[in-house]
């Protein structure tokens, strides 16, 4: 069939740059007629999956921390009236109004935004890895329904082929041929496969309930399933060098990044604080007396300054965040060496589905074989109803085996994808 590309775009915040993006391209590699399904599929679930929404939200929060931390304290209004007005030269104090305002030091607020931009491109990282994840379980769950779907239409050609044997079988009984025990096995034998069907049946139920669970849809809507699927010629070329930018390790150097902007703010935060402020007091004029200024307001500007005389908690903030650093970067080691394994695996688990797959090719080639070298036997009168059970049952398995090789397969292709593209 022909083969189907598409692309699954992802984009987050590139390390090192406040705004820059890198977009990271997951191309699924389609040798059947699913490509264009399982695409819409998976926008569908981009945009209605409850997690991805949650977590888009809990993105948009971070951002909005960025406005947040771009204030400055809260201004200091205080108003004092003299219940005993004190006495001056000038006439009698009645009331007093002070206003103050404290401002952080030289590149504080800066830091501040630097740091809840930092944490705002790990959210968006999060982003990224649940909707890799998210595409990953669509994917997963659809293959299942394929090998659902594929072993009801294997099993439902299987009864067939017992109808025209049970025909053939009658046939014999009529001439001599065969006895009423063969029509027996063949009928038991289309119970057997008639009752494999009714499970399947149930367990697509299931299986599409999940389905669309994840799609956040009715759980009875219908699926489009491919009919066929086949493993293509050749592999995709792999690129391993793109697991050092997959989103999950990328998170761990946002998060380096975090630290080293928390850092920053830090040290800012251990500087001095300025503070400029204005004192107000209303004068009541005098009365037994005429002086100069009489009754004259009071205006005083004030400048204060906060200094933190004891740096314990931001010397202890600092080694704290020295460690932190070390232990993201064994956590991301650790993850990397967990990722690297996972990818090991699934190219190996893929290559011995190819195996097997080609195995059963060539098994259901001979098998199909071996049943027309036993209904020939017919014309000759020697025909071996329990053979050609023997047969089937062999058809049977090697149909099976090989509908779950192709699962194996591509299942292992979007994990390879998962952690390579």
């Known amino acids: ?80 009236y003299f219940v005993s007005e004190p006495e001056t030269r000038t006439g009698a104090q009645r009331a007093r109004l002070s206003v103050k305002q404290m401002l952080p030091w030289f590149g504080t607020i800066t830091a501040r935004e630097n740091y809840a931009n930092s944490l705002a491109e790990t959210q968006y990282l999060d982003i990224a890895v649940a909707k890799r994840k998210l595409a990953l379980s669509i994917s997963q769950s659809y293959y299942t329904l394929y090998v659902i779907k594929a072993k009801q239409k294997v099993l439902q050609e299987q009864i067939n082929l017992l109808n025209s044997y049970e025909k053939l079988a009658l046939t014999s009984i009529t001439v001599g041929k065969a006895s009423a025990v063969s029509v027996l096995q063949l009928q038991i034998r289309q119970n057997e496969l008639q009752q494999r069907i009714d499970v399947l049946a149930q367990e697509y139920i299931t299986e599409r309930s999940l389905f669309n669970t994840i799609l956040n849809k009715d759980q009875y809507a219908d699926i489009e399933v491919v009919q066929e699927m086949k493993v293509p010629e050749e592999d995709p070329i792999l690129n391993d060098d793109k697991l050092s930018l997959h989103p999950e390790l990328l998170i761990y150097d946002s ?45 005083m500007p004030m400048v204060s300054i906060s200094i933190p005389v004891f740096n314990k908690k931001y010397n202890s903030k600092t080694k704290q965040n020295k460690l932190k650093q070390e232990e993201i ?61 023997d047969i089937q049952e062999l058809q049977l398995k090697f149909y099976m085996s090989r509908i779950m090789s192709i699962r194996d397969y591509f299942v292992q292709s979007t994990i390879i994808n998962y952690l390579s593209q």
């Open 329 to 389: 970067q064994l956590k991301k080691k650790e993850r990397k060496n967990h990722l690297q394994s996972l990818l090991t695996k699934a190219i190996s688990s893929r290559n011995t589905a190819r195996i097997k797959y080609k195995t059963q090719e060539k098994n259901i080639t001979q098998a199909k074989h071996a049943e027309q070298i036993l209904t020939k036997n017919y014309e000759t009168g020697t025909v071996d109803f329990n053979a050609i059970l």
């Open 255 to 299: 998060l380096y990044e975090s630290v080293s902007k928390s850092e920053l703010l830090n040290q800012k935060q251990k500087s001095p604080n300025i503070g400029f402020g204005l004192d107000y007091v209303a004068v009541s004029e005098r009365t037994d007396i005429n002086v100069e200024d009489n009754g004259k307001d009071i205006l």
């Open 1 to 80: 069939m022909k083969s189907i590309k598409y692309m699954y775009v992802v984009y987050f915040p590139f390390l090192g740059l406040k705004k820059g993006l890198v977009s990271v391209f997951l191309l699924f590699t389609f040798h059947f007629g699913i490509g264009q399904q399982l695409e819409a599929y998976i926008h569908y679930a981009e945009q209605n999956n409850p997690q991805i929404q949650a977590f888009e939200l809990k993105h948009t929060i971070a951002t909005e921390k960025v406005n947040e931390v771009n204030t400055l304290s809260d201004a200091q209004v205080s108003f004092g």
